[in-house]
């Protein structure tokens, strides 16, 4: 199985600001999810990040709000930018060993 | 477009009943099926995975099975306890990408 790490685990940020979430993972991977799990909802899929080339974003989401790093095999960051109280919602990462997906704490965000 | 649906939205049961929660597919063509739970505020635990080619898994007093051509799966729990307590999502491999199903949220009271 993976562990992940996801910093940080909350956060409350004003509206027009920006928040990096950070995921690592303790062994290599090819390819780190994202999702979004708005409250009283379930999760959707954000993007998928591999290592040296760009994310590929889902409908719905664009590079520009949510602009993905992934420099190595165990690392990669999410960013929501420039936020607004609709990004509130829980952010979780996620790696796929042996065809089992394993996820992150998550990142609970609050925009206010 | 793969759609995933959990029946029912919400469950309250006493300790000690058998439960099962529903999942249904609209794409019959996926890899595995995953079951998960989730506490309050937290992330994801796997429960079980189910292969395309296996049709039931088990894992102390939980069971899933899974019906490919009808978009079916099923998680069983015996023998229920108020740690069970949490919201069971489903998921599917599909394409590359893992669709969540809407999740059913479970409080077994004592």
């Known amino acids: 199985s993976a562990v992940i790490s996801q910093k940080p685990s909350r956060d409350i940020c004003q509206r027009g600001t920006s928040l990096t979430i950070q995921c690592q993972v303790d062994?290599?991977?090819?390819?780190m999810f994202w999702y979004r799990q708005q409250p009283g909802q379930s999760l959707t899929l954000i993007a998928t990040a591999n290592q040296g080339s760009e994310a590929t974003y889902e409908s719905g989401f664009v590079i520009d709000k949510f602009p993905i790093s992934r420099p190595n095999l165990t690392f990669s960051t999410l960013t929501v930018s420039n936020m607004s109280p609709e990004d509130s919602s829980i952010y979780l990462c996620s790696v796929v060993g042996r065809g089992r997906a394993f996820f992150g704490q998550g990142t609970r965000l609050t925009v206010v | 477009k793969q759609e995933v649906t959990q029946i029912p939205a919400a469950l309250s049961v006493p300790e000690g009943e058998n439960l099962v929660l529903n999942c249904s597919f609209t794409d019959s063509a996926i890899y595995n099926l995953q079951w998960f739970r989730q506490d309050p505020g937290k992330g994801l635990t796997s429960l079980l995975l189910?292969?395309?080619?296996?049709r039931e898994q088990t894992s102390g007093r939980l069971n899933a099975s899974l019906d490919k051509s009808s978009g079916r799966s099923t998680l069983y729990i015996a023998a229920s306890q108020p740690g069970d307590s949490a919201t069971y999502l489903c998921?599917?491999?599909?394409?590359?990408?893992?669709?969540f199903g809407t999740g059913t949220r479970l409080q077994v009271f004592p």
């Open positions: 189910i292969q395309s080619s296996q």
């Open positions: 062994s290599q991977v090819t390819m």
């Open positions: 998921a599917v491999w599909s394409t590359d990408k893992l669709i």
